[in-house]
């Protein structure tokens, strides 16, 4: 990495001095944060802190991959939003987070989903990669392409109370080359097995501390001080406040860079997993005032509610509760007969519930309020209770 040309700003200055004054780390490890190009993959749970970490660190650019919007069930743990960000692109959201905290850091969104086309395009251009996904697909998909580019690969996963960090295909100073993904887990667990957050949930603050250490292993590989988690796996429970650290080996019949590789491009990732394939097309909607019609003109049709109780308990508009945590086991109350519009506060809930009431049961009949309740409020009750 070339720092020759790499200048500081009297502003800048001011801003690294608790770096620069470290004895082992100094400007030279801050001219190469300052030089260097990271992609994060997720502005989440895991996202959030390590975003802000970076950014605050001084990473010269910063890329960010993420095709949500932004939900108020987010906010219990990613801290890089607020409520009046709630319906809005994570992507944008987060830059204008960041952009107020650092001025000095340059920033790419990606507001897509990243899948094989793509992946090798967006990747080619950073330094390290840090992965802060929460489905196997693209874990999988992020491992192959590091592999592929030759990137290291800085991951991290949450569940409940349990936090996972490692680094993966790292590169040492005696040109020896570290584990991944593949060699921990050659084979994805079985589809449904190993529950998603939004279905077991996560502890709030825990995203937090681990997000904060993957930010701590990208700081290490680009400044070279320190020693990565490569080999190594560590692994926190919240809980009890106990740690491990495991160490791994590379395999040699690791099918992208063992010794007889079968993988030599990105495959198709959800088929691997045992999962369908991701859907691009676009969920059908209705907005507040096609409902509001419906309902004065006594169309028959189901109104679902996938918000939480004490939600529904401050505002509700006539639908039937279904939580989005538990819409998969109350699908036989969904009516195929009839339109069904699917509520939630903004329209994320409802859409995810669409979403998985397609690909499992195959529903065609659902509309998701486009907006939620808040639209529906606005546009035709504004005299109902906003919360």
């Given amino acids: ?80 939003f607020d409520i009046h960000e709630i319906g809005k692109p994570k992507v944008e959201a987060a830059k204008r987070r960041l952009e107020s905290l650092n001025p000095h850091v340059h920033f790419k969104l990606y507001n897509t989903h990243l899948n094989s086309e793509n992946a090798l395009d967006i990747f080619r251009e950073y330094d390290v990669v840090a992965d802060g996904t929460d489905n196997f697909p693209t874990r999988y998909l992020v491992n192959d392409a590091c592999l592929l580019l030759d990137k290291p690969n800085v991951y991290a996963s949450i569940f409940q109370f349990e936090g996972q960090v490692s680094v993966f295909n790292y590169v040492n100073a005696q040109n020896v080359r570290g584990p991944n993904y593949r060699d921990l887990y050659p084979v994805p667990p079985p589809p449904g097995l190993v529950p998603s957050c939004a279905e077991g949930g996560v502890l709030g603050v825990l995203p937090g501390i681990v997000g904060s250490l993957q930010a701590l292993e990208v700081i290490k590989i680009i400044t070279g001080v ?67 019609d419906w309902q004065v003109q006594g169309k028959k049709f189901q109104l679902i509610d996938v918000r939480e109780p004490y939600e529904y308990n401050i505002v509700q508009i006539g639908g039937e509760l279904i939580p989005l945590s538990t819409i998969a086991d109350q699908a036989g109350r ?54």
């Avoid at 993959?41 to 895991?46: K, N, P, R, S, V």
């Avoid at 990473?59 to 890089?80: A, C």
């Fill in 1 to 80: 990495m070339a720092i020759d040309n790499i200048r500081f700003s009297r502003e800048e200055l001011a801003r690294y001095n608790r770096h620069m004054i470290i004895p082992d780390f100094g400007e030279v490890a801050q001219k190469k944060l300052k030089a260097s190009k990271v992609l994060v993959i997720g502005c989440g749970g895991l996202g959030s802190p390590a975003l802000l970490y970076l950014t605050a660190a001084g990473i010269g650019t910063i890329g960010i991959i993420d095709f949500d919007v932004v939900d108020d069930s987010n906010l219990q743990r990613q801290v890089l």
């Fill in 334 to 387: 969904i009516s195929r007969d009839m339109d069904v519009v699917i509520h939630c506060k903004v329209g994320g809930r409802s859409g995810k519930a669409i979403r998985e009431l397609e690909e499992k049961f195959g529903f065609r009949n659902l509309y998701n309020l486009k907006g939620g309740i808040l639209a529906y409020i606005d546009q035709v009750k504004p005299e109902l209770t906003k919360y």
């Fill in 226 to 292: 320190g020693e990565p988690l490569s080999g190594r796996f560590f692994t926190f429970d919240a809980l009890n406040f106990e740690n491990r650290t495991f160490n791994i080996k590379r395999r040699p019949d690791n099918p992208v860079n063992g010794k007889n590789p079968t993988i030599t491009h990105l495959i198709d990732y959800e088929q691997f997993c045992g999962m369908r394939a991701v859907e691009e097309k676009p969920l059908k909607e209705i907005t507040a005032v096609e409902l509001y």
